[in-house]
């Protein structure tokens, strides 16, 4: 039986395990989220399409999604800690590189170099968590984790905006990125990979078979034998797309639609943000607490919501602010509290000792959405002249069908 004192221990670096790689990651976005704010500002300078400001955002989203198949497995090997750090360091460098661009293949290059780095965050850092947090506190866990990236968006789009205005695009590759230098250095001396590393014992939860030791290729076919587990793919493959559809396309939206400057973009399409920043905590929690671990509930009606909300969207006049505000945060809540329980299933459905696997794999299915959506919504807008109500509509119907995904993964 433990002692107080050891389980007050083991609690304290939970806690900071969890924080130590969410305040990390708030900062990455300081290097990917960057793009959608300077995508008015290249198109106005450069007089770039909607295709190709598409065809670059892609760029990273192919690189990002296809690289978490390789650092989500190293980190089942090597555990996360160092790969985070050193992808945040990278990512600071290839910005910087990013920012000297004069052409569509001067930037999509460096851009598509930064979703490589980049994809050292989330996988090797959910693996990380995992370590330390057991399943039935995991909904809460990735909870906290995505509502970070909520909040993440937040701080880019307010920074991001106030560089744009005094500084232009190139400043929001420069500025907004050298935080997440400092914190990936903050982060390496503050965390550990593992339990035992700090004279605390691992817990476990699978059974013998699964904790034997697994090399090569064997783990993916583990990971996606399982039919639930595709499923719960689709559906945060859908929630991406619907996700990066109002991250990347929103700010360009109302910056054509009301003619506001960069900074009053920024400000008005806070609520998507904000709600992104609730929703993963509150899904989570009552995921965990009222649900039984049982994600499905909870994540099929949020993301029923965020369909709805969607469509609304497409149907109020963009000048509506106030009704536009509401829609947006009731998308960012529903969208990103609806991801929070099926990425807590890379765990749950794959093993701890397959988490960073499964992880990988789920963000290279998120991610392969987030580029179909940058590459055809843009090609979209240009063929039919900026018909934003159609894109709206047929991002919606998409969301459905996630919706049906993962109300099929009954656990």
């Not at 004192?5 to 969410?22: A, D, E, I, M």
């Not at 034997?212 to 996606?224: D, Q, R």
């Not at 945060?236 to 639609?257: M, N, Q």
């Not at 106030?322 to 990425?343: A, D, H, K, N, R």
Request: hydrophobic letters at 50%; aromatic letters at 16%.
């Amino acid at each position: 039986m433990k002692n107080r004192s050891y389980k007050n221990k083991f609690r304290r670096w939970q806690w900071r395990v969890l924080l130590g790689f969410g305040l990390l990651y708030f900062f990455y976005y300081a290097g990917r989220q960057n793009i959608a704010l300077a995508i008015p500002l290249l198109k106005k300078e450069f007089g770039w399409t909607e295709a190709q400001l598409g065809f670059i955002s892609a760029c990273l989203f192919w690189t990002y999604g296809f690289s978490h198949l390789l650092w989500g497995r190293l980190s089942d090997k090597i555990g996360g800690r160092l790969l985070v750090t050193t992808g945040g360091l990278l990512s600071l460098g290839v910005n910087w590189l990013c920012s000297f661009a004069r052409t569509v293949g001067g930037l999509a290059f460096p851009w598509a170099i930064n979703g490589f780095v980049q994809a050292m965050g989330w996988s090797p850092g959910t693996r990380l968590v995992a370590n330390w947090w057991p399943s039935r506190q995991r909904g809460f866990a990735m909870g906290v984790l995505l509502s970070s990236c909520g909040w993440a968006t937040v701080m880019i789009w307010l920074l991001g905006g106030w560089v744009g205005v005094h500084w232009g695009w190139r400043g929001i590759f420069r500025i907004p990125p050298l935080f997440l230098g400092v914190m990936s250095m903050v982060y390496f001396f503050t965390v550990r990979n593992y339990p035992h590393e700090v004279g605390l014992e691992d817990y476990g939860e699978e059974k013998k078979e699964e904790l034997e030791k697994i090399t090569g290729i064997k783990p993916y076919f583990n990971v996606l034998k399982n039919r639930k587990f595709d499923l719960a793919c689709l559906a945060v493959g859908t929630a991406h797309l619907t996700r990066y559809f109002f991250l990347t396309w929103i700010p360009l939206y109302y910056s054509e639609a009301l003619g506001f400057s960069i900074m009053k973009v920024a400000a008005l399409s806070l609520a998507l943000p904000l709600g992104m920043g609730i929703g993963p905590v509150l899904s989570g929690w009552i995921s965990d607490k009222f649900f039984g671990a049982k994600r499905y509930q909870m994540a099929s009606s949020l993301l029923m919501t965020a369909a709805a909300c969607t469509v609304m969207m497409g149907f109020i006049p963009p000048a509506n602010l106030v009704l536009g505000g509401i829609f947006l945060f009731l998308v960012g809540l529903s969208i990103f509290g609806g991801e929070g329980p099926i990425w807590a299933l890379c765990a749950d459905l794959a093993g701890k000792n397959q988490t960073g696997t499964a992880a990988g794999i789920m963000e290279w299915v998120a991610y392969m959405f987030a580029a179909l959506q940058a590459v055809v919504l843009g090609a979209i807008l240009t063929l039919t002249g900026g018909n934003w109500k159609l894109l709206f509509v047929l991002v919606a119907i998409i969301q459905l069908i996630g919706v049906r995904a993962i109300w099929a993964v009954k656990r």
